[in-house]
């Protein structure tokens, strides 16, 4: 009907990268931009994440124009009291365009620190775009998060520690209140309980395992295995942690990386590495005392028997 419809090309390239046509996706993001480059911030970060290296970082510096006069005009009608201006700044609205701000800025900075990382003066330019998506969106984990990875790479381990921990403190103690029970998922936006996606928990979790923060990548690994046990990644991790922990969780890492070795027989191999270094590990630690096995099988029993009795309890109590 209208092949120049801006808001039709951007849902489409949705539905196209849904459906995993990149190529397709692609090209109507493209062609939405030479229709309007000058309005619609969406289509510039999607580019961005489908894009590499310089080529990413400027799309990503496009979106981030937009979204940045975005937030700024919210603020800007002088008319409006302090008393509005307030409410103004708590609307869904506000909230949306900040975090996505943060958001964007933090991708160009992982950007610097991994294909660009040889560009001139990269160190700075990634500090001040995490900066820049702290101060736009302060209670983004990931914001923090990223700026954790930052002081990571710089090694200043002790920094990078606490910078994670104060990531964890904006979501990690309620997510474990709701998997434990102690606070009803019901009365909460999930996306309130939780902001992370469940990639960007496996992104998590590694950086953790990196800081040594040990319970913490536990918690976290464990919440994403009771949402989804099909994730490889998730169980390779959960027996590399507890291989890194010593001897007195290597038990724990055999039955992990066991069921690593399980999954991918079921659903084939993305990264063949994780395969191969699940096996080295596992000839590493040898095949363990006897009975090992039959204790964890009954470890996990437990937990179902456990994790059954809590969701019994739940409906008594709704009832």
């Not at 979204?67 to 869904?92: C, G, P, Y």
């Not at 710089?154 to 994670?164: L, S």
């Amino acid at each position: 009907m209208d092949s120049e419809n801006v808001q039709a090309l951007e849902t489409l390239s949705g539905v196209l990268l849904e459906l995993g046509d990149l190529e397709g996706g692609h090209n109507a993001l493209l062609k939405s931009v030479e229709l309007s480059p000058d309005q619609g911030h969406t289509k510039y970060l999607s580019l961005g994440q489908l894009s590499e290296g310089l080529q990413a970082l400027d799309y990503y510096q496009r979106g981030i124009d937009l979204l940045s006069k975005a937030v700024e005009r919210l603020s800007e009608d002088q008319e409006l009291d302090h008393e509005a201006v307030a409410k103004m700044d708590q609307s869904n609205e506000s909230i949306t365009l900040k975090r996505e701000l943060s958001n964007a800025c933090c991708a160009m900075a992982e950007i610097y620190m991994t294909d660009c990382c040889f560009e001139e003066d990269a160190e700075n330019k990634c500090q001040t775009l995490i900066q820049k998506g702290i101060l736009a969106d302060p209670k983004n984990p990931e914001a923090l998060q990223c700026m954790s990875n930052f002081l990571l790479v710089k090694e200043e381990i002790e920094e990078a520690k606490a910078k994670m921990q104060e990531s964890l403190s904006l979501w990690l103690p309620k997510y474990q209140a709701v998997r434990e029970g102690r606070l009803d998922s019901s009365d909460f936006d999930p996306v309130e309980v939780c902001p992370l996606s469940y990639d960007a928990r496996i992104n998590t979790s590694k950086l953790l395992i990196e800081l040594e923060l040990y319970d913490e990548a536990g918690e976290v690994l464990e919440g994403l295995v009771e949402e989804d046990d099909e994730v490889i990644d998730t169980w390779y991790l959960l027996g590399w942690m507890n291989y890194l922990r010593g001897q007195d969780y290597w038990g724990n890492s055999r039955f992990y990386l066991n069921n690593t070795k399980k999954l991918t027989a079921k659903f084939g191999v993305d990264n063949p590495q994780i395969l191969q270094h699940a096996e080295e590990l596992l000839e590493e630690m040898g095949p363990g005392e006897d009975g090992e096995d039959e204790n964890e099988n009954e470890i996990n029993e437990n937990s179902k028997e456990e994790e059954e009795f809590e969701s019994s309890s739940g409906e008594e109590m709704e009832h």
